[in-house]
């Protein structure tokens, strides 16, 4: 079996020299390729001379100690996990290495002994598990099992959305009750549909589970699965469009309970690339969301017309480079991240829902999305920018700042609109055709917006006899 972390060179900075020696004799039975040394000297010299994939640092570690070696890596830039370990949680705090030190030092994990070869090795899998799904083995010996845990600990998909291939690329749940669940479906296990309409039509079985643990696999498996079908025309237009949606509704997800770290950011990035793709490969999009919108009410279905309205509009306006549309899109698909820090009560209102006190919280979301975003260092300025501005209109009415006409940044003015026809087709369920008509016939809305814009719309969603 082809392994995507087998030949993973680890390098183990451990003073215990007893310590040191079982570790790696364990990790390299277990295929991987690594090398101990008991002192800080050694580890910056071999750091430099070959690539880890993994550094582990003991806290205790002389001669350079496990903060100069941490130190040492990030000044000269040396592209390796490091993982700290320590005999007790109070060493960090004697060598004033509080959790949020250790993350800006660049430390991705801590371990406290005692440890199991399996804890580490399973620490050293996590950084890389995002293609986990790659490696998914054949298991044949399955029967359901009953288990209890926490349902927070859980993410849902429709039944019929559920998709991985030939073989489950994770544990598949159905939820029983209250923090009880079924294992239906075993990692590696073969899928058969029969079984699954089985669970369908006789059980009544509409949302199926899994870890959330596993979510970014399944974005990672999503991912490059639309990215396959681009070079396979004869996919149904539906069957992308359903892939794409799953995927932003999942991507957001995890970005709103998991925050960004910079490989979900080349992730983000990459499924605004998938997005953007489906757009272009759908002449009959028009169509698609009218059939689109008879069914979707969810909050991801929002992100994803959002996304998808502004692709359209971003490919008839002439400013818009190559270089500059993921960036909008990434914007479209991060603009509400801010309602992340709001009230679980307004979080889910329109602002015409509330007044007072909650309106003016309310208002505060898009200022809230870019602090979030301020502190990743990779994000793009144009990211932030449109993300705080794309509830601002050109007549000046907007907030949180009341910008007007020029002032407002050209992206945001996009992602903007693109957002308020997501809420009309949406909440009324109109398709892009019933939108254009409504918005001639109630003129008083489009004055919130750049007449250029709205007629980039206009252009991309004319019935085909006016074009
Ligand atoms: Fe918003």
Known sequence: MHNNWELMNILICEPDRKLGSTCINGLNERSHESIHVDNGRDAQRLLVQKVFEVTVVDVELSSFSALEVIKFIRFKNIKTKIILTSKSERLFDECLLSKANLKKLGVASVLTRPFSLDKLESEIKGFFDRQSWRDVEENSNFTEEEITAFDDQFTSMKIEEFFCGNLAIFDVFIRLSKNKYLKILNRGESLEQERLDNYKEKKNVTHLYFKTQDRKVYINFLNDLIGKLKARPNINPKTRI???QNL??????????????????????????????????????????????????????????????????????EWVTDHSRPKILLGAMLHDLGKLKLNKVIRGKKSEELDGKSLIEYQQHPKLGMDLLERIPEIDQAVKLT????????????????????????????????????????????????????????KQEIFGFDPDIVRAFINCFKPEDEL
């Open 387 to 442: 993300v705080y501005q794309h509830h601002e209109l050109v007549n000046g009415e907007g907030y949180p700042q009341g910008l007007a006409g020029s002032k407002i940044y050209p992206p945001a003015k996009v992602v903007g609109f693109a957002n308020h026809l997501a809420d009309l087709s949406i909440g009324l369920g109109l398709a892009p055709y019933g939108i254009i008509t409504r918005m001639i016939e109630e």
């Open 248 to 317: 932003t509704g999942f991507m957001v997800q995890e970005i709103y309970t998991k925050g960004m770290d910079r490989e979900t950011l080349k992730e983000s990035v990459s499924v605004c690339e998938s997005i953007h793709h489906t757009v272009e490969s759908m002449p009959g999009l028009k169509s698609l969301l009218e059939e689109y919108l008879l069914y979707e009410d969810s909050e991801e279905g929002h992100i994803f017309l959002t996304m998808i309205y502004t692709d359209a509009i971003l490919k008839k306006l």
């Open 242 to 244: 359903n892939f794409s």
